[in-house]
């Protein structure tokens, strides 16, 4: 049983060494790709109103919830040492550097990163991929840069907007239902928000929007054959993705609090 174990414990430790190593070559290619660019436009203003523009309202949605639940919670608390007028504050800080870039990535990576992965995934399997080899076109040009392009320009966008309805639904919460005197309360806010936090939550969005689309892509490109292949790329694409944005969002917080602050 223990050889059982530790057999499968390096077959594990194989399969991740081979992945990273896999993610890694693909983002070489891409860079050398993207600094050449031999991408294709066309495919990328395509990519970024289905990313950007469709995604709009499942990361409002989530933002607006977010910044509603969070005001109250924290009012509740704050009410106890009669700090009321500081919940916005709080709301802010939190939806600018960490809940704001954070679940608009998880969003993303939920609906874009599992499309990247079944749209390249079902080429694959019905060797489309291979086709554009046989025309001389690199498939890293024509399918892979433009989504990672797309991703990283429509995931800031998407957390601003996610920050912005966040706050204004924390306000209104706050004020009209909690009874928090709005004036003190934006005062705070303004006051406690700096230029930092929202720099924070759009660098990690960009970095997360690179996540997302390299590993849906990798996984796309690498999957297996078959329907199960696809299925099991797709289910990978979004777990993988999700947490690695949620580790990465760790040492992130703490090498931009160190650069920035």
Not at 92 to 106: D, F, I, K, Q, T
Not at 225 to 244: H, L, P
Request: glycine share 10%; aromatic share 8%.
């Amino acid at each position: 049983m223990a050889t059982g174990i530790v057999e499968r414990t390096k077959e594990i430790i194989g399969e991740s060494l081979r992945g990273l190593g896999g993610i890694a070559l693909m983002t070489l290619e891409s860079i050398r790709s993207l600094l050449h660019k031999n991408f294709v436009w066309r495919e990328l203003i395509n990519h970024i109103y289905f990313i950007g523009v469709k995604s709009q309202s499942v990361v409002l949605i989530t933002g607006a919830f977010t910044g509603m639940v969070l005001c109250a919670q924290t009012f509740f608390q704050f009410h106890k040492v009669k700090m009321d007028t500081a919940t916005l504050a709080v709301v802010s800080v939190s939806m600018c550097a960490e809940l704001g870039p954070v679940l608009s990535g998880l969003m993303v990576a939920g609906r874009v990163g599992a499309a990247m992965a079944a749209e390249l995934g079902t080429m694959r399997v019905t060797e489309q991929i291979d086709a554009l080899r046989t025309l001389a076109t690199h498939p890293i040009d024509y399918l892979v840069v433009p989504r990672i392009i797309a991703t990283t320009v429509a995931l800031p966008l998407l957390t601003a907007e996610a920050i912005a309805f966040g706050i204004l639904a924390g306000f209104v919460v706050g004020v009209y239902l909690m009874g928090i005197d709005p004036a003190y309360s934006w005062h705070n806010m303004a006051k406690y928000t700096s230029t930092v936090d929202v720099l924070t939550g759009i660098i990690k969005a960009f970095i997360f929007g690179a996540v997302v689309s390299l590993i849906g892509c990798y996984k796309g490109m690498n999957c297996s054959q078959g329907a199960q292949g696809v299925g099991k790329a797709t289910t990978e694409a979004v777990v993988f993705a999700s947490i690695t944005i949620l580790i990465s969002n760790f040492f992130l917080t703490l090498v931009l609090n160190k650069l920035l602050a």
